[in-house]
């Protein structure tokens, strides 16, 4: 039952020091409004979208020429264009500071930590973008990186954007053939990789699959040293340098910045690959640019000096998002390694040590902090936290309680949903608003966002497709290798015509935020009634004898029948007892309808190299059919726990 009491109300002051609050009373200014709340704020602006993104340009300072346009084919979503006569370039928005102040800390697991200045950032993206420039690397082509999320990486990718060169990276955790289904599709100029990295106290040594990777794509490489010997991965790579190397005959001088169309491409971001080769997804450097000012200036609040962390690797979207906080002024904290290595208190060490303003992470790392018994609150002091996010998975209940009862009790919780697709959020947070138990806020500003039933028609109270009516800035630019995108529209506009199907279960609450029940393609449809996973695992999770689950619908006697897979707590093993009490606790908490028809201890639990679970993947195996693309997950081993399983046979 939904408690009657917000988990976290604004102060009257903090919503009068926002920037969405001065945002909001610009707005009212300009255009004779009078906007005075978020739902207002939202409502003027879908219905006045160009009034209102020529104004996040202004009110945000984006450096470039605007044009005079500012959306051209707005009613119809594939042939929109925003600003279609503006230029910028987006590494010229991201390089906002000058002087020794911090604009990247980072830590690695091996106890790694450096600290760059905003000058020192400067030196080595001008030296890249002469080094790039030397060897014939110019708008349009495409450079690959295999990296930590080190300052590094950023610097290549900010030199990249300063010609613009299109982007694209993955974490060196993913295997050879992870690594060319994604990077062979883009055929890149460079290929730029690290000599090692540490991961849960064991270095990991990735030599032989540079030169690999390098020579599969046939391109030469740049290595970077982080934890290994990067002079002895280059000789063992064929046309490979150092980084040292490669930069070393240039002198560092004023960047240089190519000014670009709105819509050119920026970045080139994959899908998850675990049902097929990865979708190549090419966001455009003014729809990025311009929809992250948005969600991290009005929806998050972020400030010059602030200080930004999100818990990711190069190859999450949510890596994209974080290094866009160098556009407001704010210092980038990057971690690389596990957030459980020595234990589980290294990132609120670091929160401490660095006073982050805004933490952002998994909702599978919440839960596991709850459950390794961790209390922050106590352990850390957390005075400087105001915002903390969580993505990935639908945030529980349980874990919205958890952040205030043993993390910080004074923080906006901002569970955030949208992901690769779009580069951004459809729904997030916002400083205006209460935070209630196991809600979204609200959607993102700007953003059309629904709910629809399967005959297309709004629904409010009742679970449907999450959707977005009107097009919007960070819409994919295409695909890559899709001529005349096919792939492009079978992926978001097959299902309504004109209308952006997210494939996301989601539901309106009755404070005018949102739930997401877990994606609509991993839906049970058992008796014909759709269940979201979500539900099942906000129940099943809380329980100490589970450590995860996976669920899905197993075909069965002419209808779908609901199957749980559960990863035990260490000692703990299904008797009959426990698989009664997992029943009643669905049973009680969700509804008769969620009580699967059969629990299945295994060992582990696929997942995506971000995280994600994987029960598509799961449930193909199930059915006996292959999954195409193992090299997407961190852990393909543990499919083979689900092949002819006998409990499954009756």
Avoid at 34 to 44: I, P, R
Avoid at 78 to 87: C, G, I, K, S, V
Avoid at 292 to 300: D, I, N, S, T, W
Avoid at 533 to 554: D, F, H, K
Wanted: net charge negative; aromatic share 10%.
């Amino acid at each position: 039952m939904q408690d009657n009491r917000p988990l976290w109300v604004p102060s009257a002051d903090a919503v009068a020091k926002s920037p969405i609050h001065a945002f909001m009373e610009r707005c009212n200014a300009d255009f004779g409004l009078s906007l005075s709340g978020f739902a207002d704020l939202h409502a003027w602006s879908v219905a006045e979208r160009e009034n209102f993104w020529s104004t996040v340009w202004d009110f945000c300072g984006v450096k470039g020429e605007r044009g005079a346009e500012v959306l051209a084919n707005g009613d119809r979503m594939l042939d929109a264009r925003f600003f279609p006569n503006a230029t910028l370039n987006f590494a010229e928005n991201l390089l906002s500071g000058r002087g020794d102040g911090d604009a990247i800390i980072f830590r690695g697991e091996d106890k790694a930590e450096d600290r760059w200045s905003w000058d020192r950032l400067r030196v080595l993206v001008s030296k890249l973008q002469q080094a790039f420039a030397a060897r014939g690397i110019g708008k349009g082509d495409r450079i690959a990186a295999m990296m930590p999320n080190m300052p590094e990486t950023v610097a290549a990718m900010l030199a990249a954007a300063s010609i613009g060169a299109i982007w694209s990276s993955c974490s060196p955790d993913f295997g050879e053939q992870g690594v060319l289904d994604r990077f062979g599709q883009i055929e890149p100029r460079l290929f730029i990789a690290c000599d090692a990295y540490w991961y849960s106290g064991k270095l990991q040594d990735v030599g032989a699959k540079v030169a690999t990777v390098a020579k599969s794509l046939g391109v030469p490489a740049v290595v970077v040293h982080y934890a290994g010997d990067a002079e002895a991965v280059a000789r063992k790579t064929p046309g490979a340098l150092t980084l040292e190397a490669f930069v070393a005959p240039y002198e560092a001088r004023e960047v240089e910045f190519t000014q670009l169309g709105f819509s050119h491409p920026l970045y080139i971001l994959f899908s998850s690959g675990t049902t097929g080769v990865p979708k190549c997804i090419v966001h455009s450097a003014g729809g990025t640019l311009l929809q992250h000012l948005k969600e991290q200036r009005l929806h998050c609040g972020l400030q010059a000096g602030e200080k930004l962390f999100y818990f990711t690797t190069c190859g999450w979207m949510m890596w994209n998002w974080l290094v866009s906080g160098l556009a407001s002024g704010a210092t980038l904290c990057l971690f690389d390694g596990s957030p459980f290595a020595p234990d589980g208190n290294v990132l609120f060490d670091y929160a401490e040590a660095e006073k982050f303003a805004i933490f952002g992470t998994s909702a599978k790392y919440i839960d596991a902090v709850r459950k390794g018994g961790l209390t922050p609150r106590v352990s850390h002091d957390l005075s400087s936290l105001r915002l903390m996010t969580s993505t990935g998975s639908p945030l529980s209940p349980e874990g919205f309680t958890f952040v205030y009862e043993g993390i910080k009790e004074d923080v906006q919780l901002a569970s955030i949903s949208g992901g690769t697709d779009i580069v951004s959020c459809f729904v997030l947070g916002n400083p205006l608003q209460p935070v209630w138990r196991g809600e979204i806020q609200g959607a993102g500003l700007g953003l059309a966002v629904d709910v629809w039933n399967d005959d297309g028609k709004p629904v409010r109270g009742e679970k449907g497709e999450l959707v977005c009516t009107k097009a919007f800035p960070s819409m994919p630019v295409m695909f890559w290798n899709d001529p005349d995108g096919a792939k492009y529209r079978a992926a978001y506009f097959d299902r309504f015509d004109n209308v952006w199907c997210h494939g996301d279960f989601a539901e309106w609450t009755e404070h005018g935020g949102l739930i997401i029940h877990g994606r609509s393609d991993a839906t049970l449809n058992p008796g014909g009634v759709r269940i979201g996973t979500a539900e099942i695992y906000n129940q099943v999770e809380q329980m100490e004898e589970v450590a995860e689950a996976l669920c899905i619908g197993q075909d069965w006697d002419d209808d779908v029948r609901v199957i749980l897979f559960v990863r035990l707590a260490p000692a703990v093993t299904l008797t009959e007892d426990l698989v009664k009490a997992i029943k009643t606790r669905i049973r009680t908490g969700a509804s008769p309808r969620h009580v699967p028809a059969k629990i299945i201890a295994v060992a582990d639990i696929p997942r995506t190299k971000s995280g994600k679970i994987v029960e598509l993947a799961v449930r193909e195996v199930v059915h006996g059919r292959p999954v195409k693309n193992q090299e997407a997950l961190a852990n393909p081993e543990a499919l083979r726990l689900f092949a002819g399983l006998s409990q499954l046979k009756d």
